[in-house]
Nanobody
Framework: QVQLVESGGGLVQAGGSLRLSCAAS????????MGWYRQAPGKQRELVAA??????????NYVNSVKGRFTISRDNAKNTVYLQMNSLKPEATAVYYC?????????WGQGTQVTVSS
């Protein structure tokens, strides 16, 4: 069983920054992808950013709307993934969910609210 615990959400003014963290515990394959999804009211859940594991380096993927402003990173020793969000815009307001994908199985965190005021 894999558990994901998120932290770091909150209320911030437009143009501000937030850093989300997600710590994974349990039986975790060394080969996995960790990422952040978000779901705004009335909208579908979308991938924000993802990062693969790898002893020789990780690869990242971002939704176009956050490129250049958000940075995803991970600490494999701590099984933790981070999302640094800069220059936040009101349209980033959503519940952000941590995801870990391993062996074709998706695990989800409970979600953390991010609210960006204009």
């Amino acid at each position: 069983q894999v558990q994901l615990v998120e932290s770091g959400g909150g209320l911030v003014q437009a143009g501000g920054s937030l850093r989300l963290s997600c710590a994974a515990s349990g039986s975790i394959s060394s080969f996995n992808t960790m990422g952040w999804y978000r779901q705004a009211p009335g909208k579908q859940r979308e991938l924000v950013a993802a990062i693969t594991s790898g002893s020789s380096g990780s690869s990242t993927n971002y939704v176009n709307s956050v490129k250049g402003r958000f940075t995803i990173s991970r600490d494999n020793a701590k099984n933790t993934v981070y999302l640094q969000m800069n220059s936040l815009k009101p349209e980033a307001t959503a519940v952000y969910y941590c995801n870990l994908r391993a062996n074709w199985i998706d695990y989800w965190g409970q979600g953390t609210q991010v609210t960006v005021s204009s």
